[in-house]
């Protein structure tokens, strides 16, 4: 009876050490995704699959850069999707500004900033407000004064992009009214060439074959875009309105902090390494790596000069 009574509590002894190993297995021990929200191609997918192989490579289990599009201006089912994961480190979110920033305050409540945290921010886009090399104005103040009485074309990529409400806050603030402006679904140099717009606001790497027939009067980025070092950046110009599209690493809120460290150390080492850089160079993309603190407060920050944007739009 006493060894049936031992045999049997070895047996649950060993059983709960089996369960507590299996609890505290080391992350990672199974596929990771990396879920972005947008078709395959843009500057955020070739760098999140650079981070995704780096990341296999590392810990030896499967990644994955999945797309999950759903349009500019939402619903983001991809990053829905991210919202409600487990807080296990298994998916994690390649975001653009608008999911973390914008999601909420169009209506789409899984995305309130409560539920994410940012790993890190890596990329900014190369946009900048161009204009024909021949125009009138050669800055954004000439272009202030040409247009208050003068139409002046616009041409961008959407209402909700973050760089055309950057562009028609400025002109608020600036007291100019565009004369019309439109969407295009390209917005390169025949854009310009054909008189379909007067100023565009577009990527830097979409007018690089003409960038000799072109004058950039603005980028808006974080900081200078070393391919046009002479344009300054929207916060120069009005530091209400300093924000850029980035993109970066979104957990849920919950995700272990040790989970966390082991996605950092991967991505902050594939962004600075030289072919990630290579893209910076050939894009005039801004490519870097802003910790996870920091791109929390920039995210705070964002959110309040998005708020900021919007009553000046009304």
Request: glycine share 8%; aromatic share 8%; net charge negative.
């Given at each position: 009876?006493?060894?049936?009574?031992?045999?049997?509590?070895?047996?649950?002894?060993?059983?709960?050490?089996?369960?507590?190993?299996?609890?505290?297995?080391?992350?990672?021990?199974?596929?990771?995704?990396?879920?972005?929200?947008?078709?395959?191609?843009?500057?955020?997918?070739?760098?999140?699959?650079?981070?995704?192989?780096?990341?296999?490579?590392?810990?030896?289990?499967?990644?994955?850069?999945?797309n999950k599009?759903?349009?500019?201006?939402?619903?983001?089912?991809?990053?829905?999707?991210?919202?409600?994961?487990?807080?296990?480190?298994?998916?994690?979110?390649?975001?653009?500004?608008?999911?973390?920033?914008v999601g909420?305050?169009?209506?789409?409540?899984?995305?309130?900033?409560?539920?994410?945290?940012?790993?890190?921010?890596?990329?900014?886009?190369?946009?900048?407000?161009?204009?024909?090399?021949?125009?009138?104005?050669?800055?954004?103040?000439?272009?202030?004064?040409?247009?208050?009485?003068?139409?002046?074309?616009?041409?961008?990529?959407?209402?909700?992009?973050?760089?055309?409400?950057?562009?028609?806050?400025?002109?608020?603030?600036?007291?100019?009214?565009?004369?019309?402006?439109?969407?295009?679904?390209?917005?390169?140099?025949?854009?310009?060439?054909?008189?379909?717009?007067?100023?565009?606001?577009?990527?830097?790497?979409?007018?690089?074959?003409?960038?000799?027939?072109?004058?950039?009067?603005?980028?808006?980025?974080?900081?200078?875009?070393?391919?046009?070092?002479?344009?300054?950046?929207?916060?120069?110009?009005?530091?209400?309105?300093?924000?850029?599209?980035?993109?970066?690493?979104?957990?849920?809120?919950?995700?272990?902090?040790?989970?966390?460290?082991?996605?950092?150390?991967?991505?902050?080492?594939?962004?600075?390494?030289?072919?990630?850089?290579?893209?910076?160079?050939?894009?005039?993309?801004?490519?870097?790596w802003q910790?996870?603190?920091?791109?929390?407060?920039?995210?705070?920050?964002?959110?309040?000069?998005?708020?900021?944007?919007?009553?000046?739009?009304?």
């Open positions: 009876m006493k060894l049936s009574n031992l045999f049997k509590g070895a047996l649950a002894t060993a059983a709960i050490a089996l369960s507590v190993g299996a609890a505290q297995a080391e992350y990672p021990e199974k596929p990771v995704n990396f879920i972005v929200p947008w078709p395959p191609g843009d500057l955020e997918d070739v760098l999140t699959r650079m981070i995704a192989d780096d990341f296999q490579k590392e810990y030896g289990v499967a990644a994955a850069v999945v599009p759903g349009g500019g201006g939402g619903p983001f089912p991809g990053a829905i999707e991210v919202a409600n994961a487990p807080a296990d480190g298994y998916t994690v979110g390649s975001f653009v500004i608008g999911v973390p920033v909420h305050q169009i209506d789409i409540p899984p995305l309130t900033p409560a539920k994410f945290d940012p790993l890190g921010i890596f990329l900014t886009y190369p946009f900048v407000i161009a204009t024909s090399a021949d125009a009138p104005y050669s800055s954004m103040a000439e272009l202030a004064e040409h247009a208050k009485s003068n139409d002046v074309a616009l041409g961008h990529f959407g209402d909700v992009l973050t760089p055309t409400q950057v562009t028609k806050a400025f002109a608020v603030n600036a007291g100019f009214s565009w004369g019309s402006d439109a969407a295009f679904d390209a917005l390169d140099c025949n854009t310009l060439a054909s008189g379909d717009a007067d100023v565009i606001n577009t990527t830097l790497q979409l007018i690089l074959p003409c960038l000799d027939q072109v004058k950039v009067l603005v980028s808006i980025t974080d900081e200078r875009i070393a391919l046009v070092p002479d344009a300054p950046t929207i916060g120069e110009l009005d530091d209400s309105l300093n924000i850029a599209l980035w993109n970066g690493l979104f957990v849920t809120k919950d995700t272990p902090q040790d989970v966390r460290e082991k996605i950092i150390a991967v991505a902050q080492k594939t962004v600075m390494s030289d072919r990630a850089q290579a893209v910076a160079k050939e894009t005039g993309a801004l490519v870097y910790g996870a603190d920091e791109s929390a407060t920039r995210v705070a920050a964002d959110i309040d000069t998005i708020a900021r944007i919007g009553e000046l739009l009304q």
